[in-house]
C-alpha cells in the first residue's frame, strides 16, 4: 500500500510503499476513509511529541476514520465492516483516571497514535480496539476525522471553561481547524464570540462558516487589548480566552484585556513559551490560566453526535490524496495554508 512516512524529526515526509500492516491480538485494521492534515501533526513530525529515532521511520496521522477491514486475536467488539473514528491518545484503561472516563489524563500514558505508533496516513492503519469508536451511521468520513480532534479538543475546552450564554469566548486562531469548529461551538452554547485571526481571507473564512453572535477581529492590528474591550458589552473585555496559536504577544494582550473573574485555555505545547503573569494578578482579578489536555473518548463521541446532528457544521477547506500531503505539510509550516485539510486515500 501507499503511505506518507517520516524518515527523520525535521519533518522529511515522502510517499513510500509499505507493507499492509496485520492487526496483532487486541487491535483492529481500518480502511482509512478520511484523515485530518493538521497542524498537530505538522508539530509531531517536526519532533514536537517525541523526537525519539528508535520511533522512525513513522507513518503520521491521527486524525482519522474508516471502515475496520479486519481484526486480531481476541476482537470481539468490532467486525469488518464496521465504521469507526480513532481516539488519539493511547491509554491503558485501567488506571484511576481512565475507570473515571478521563482516559486524556492516563497515568500510564502509551503516547500519541501517529508518533508512538504508526499513524493514519496511508490506505490502511491499524490501531487498539480500545481506540477505535463507533462512528455514526449518518456521519461523512471527513465529518468523523474531524470529531476525531478538530470538535473533540473544542469541546473539551468548553467543558474546562465551563463556557455558557453569559460568556464572551475570545478564540485565538479562529480560522484553524480547532478554532474554526470552537467559534460554532460557543456560539451554539450562547456565547458571544470574539474569533480573531490574522489576513482578511482568514477572517473572511471565519465569517462564512459561523453565526451572526461570531464577530471576526484581526488580531494583527495595533492595541488589540484595547479593541477587545470595546468590542464587549461593558467594555470589560472577554470572559474566556481559548489560544490556539502560542504567540506571547497576543497572548499577553488578551490576558491584559481579560474580565474580572475570566479564564485563559491554552491548548498549545511550544515547549520555550511562556505566559508568567504575577501571582497578585491572579488574586486582584480573580482569574485562571487553564491548560486543556485534548479530550475523552466521551468527548470524542459527542462531537461525532453534534456533526451528525448538524448542531455544528464540520468545515473542509480541502480534500487531497497521498501524494498532496507532503506539500500540504510544506504549506502549513510557511503558514500559507489554514483550516482543515483532509486526506481521502484512494
Not at 517536526?46 to 528508535?54: E, S, V
Not at 497515568?107 to 496516513?121: D, E, K, L, T
Not at 492503519?125 to 473533540?152: C, K
Amino acid at each position: 500500500m501507499d503511505a506518507v512516512v517520516c524518515h527523520d524529526w525535521t519533518g522529511d515526509l515522502s510517499v513510500d510503499s509499505v507493507p499492509v500492516p496485520e492487526p496483532a491480538p487486541g487491535e483492529v485494521r481500518v480502511a482509512v476513509r478520511a484523515c485530518a492534515v493538521t497542524r498537530t501533526v505538522e508539530n509531531a513530525v517536526q519532533g514536537g511529541l517525541d523526537d525519539d529515532p528508535a520511533l522512525l521511520p513513522r507513518i503520521p496521522g491521527h486524525e482519522f476514520a474508516g471502515v475496520v477491514d479486519a481484526v486480531g486475536e481476541g476482537v470481539t467488539a468490532l467486525a469488518p465492516g464496521d465504521r469507526v473514528l480513532a481516539y488519539f491518545y493511547l491509554h491503558c484503561g485501567t488506571c484511576d483516571a481512565c475507570r473515571r472516563g478521563e482516559h486524556n489524563r492516563c497515568g500510564n500514558f502509551g503516547g500519541w497514535y501517529g508518533v508512538s505508533r504508526q499513524g493514519a496516513y496511508a490506505e490502511y492503519a491499524t490501531l487498539p480496539v480500545e481506540n477505535a469508536l463507533p462512528m455514526p451511521e449518518d456521519l461523512s468520513f471527513p465529518a468523523a476525522a474531524i470529531a476525531a480532534d478538530g470538535l473533540a479538543t473544542p469541546l473539551h475546552v468548553c467543558e474546562r471553561a465551563a463556557v455558557s450564554d453569559d460568556d464572551t469566548v475570545l478564540v485565538v486562531g479562529a480560522a484553524g481547524r480547532v478554532g474554526v469548529h470552537l467559534s460554532q461551538l460557543a456560539e451554539r452554547r450562547g456565547a458571544r464570540v470574539l474569533a480573531a485571526d490574522v489576513h482578511e481571507d482568514r477572517l473572511d473564512h471565519v465569517d462564512s462558516v459561523t453565526g451572526t453572535a461570531v464577530q471576526p477581529i484581526d488580531a494583527s492590528e495595533p492595541e488589540f487589548a484595547e479593541r477587545l474591550r470595546a468590542a464587549t458589552p461593558s467594555g470589560d473585555g472577554p470572559t474566556v480566552v481559548v489560544d490556539t496559536v502560542g504567540d506571547l504577544p497576543t497572548l499577553e494582550a488578551a490576558w491584559d484585556a481579560l474580565a474580572m473573574g475570566g479564564r485563559v485555555v491554552t491548548l498549545t505545547t511550544h515547549h520555550e513559551r511562556s505566559l508568567a503573569p504575577l501571582l497578585k494578578e491572579f488574586v486582584v482579578t480573580e482569574s485562571a490560566l487553564l491548560g486543556s489536555r485534548y479530550a475523552t473518548k466521551d468527548e470524542v463521541t459527542r462531537a461525532a453526535r453534534l456533526l451528525a446532528d448538524g448542531r455544528v457544521e464540520p468545515v473542509v477547506r480541502r480534500e487531497v490524496g497521498l501524494a498532496d500531503v507532503p506539500a500540504t505539510h510544506e504549506a502549513i509550516r510557511v503558514d500559507e495554508t489554514f483550516g482543515t485539510t483532509v486526506l481521502v486515500p484512494p
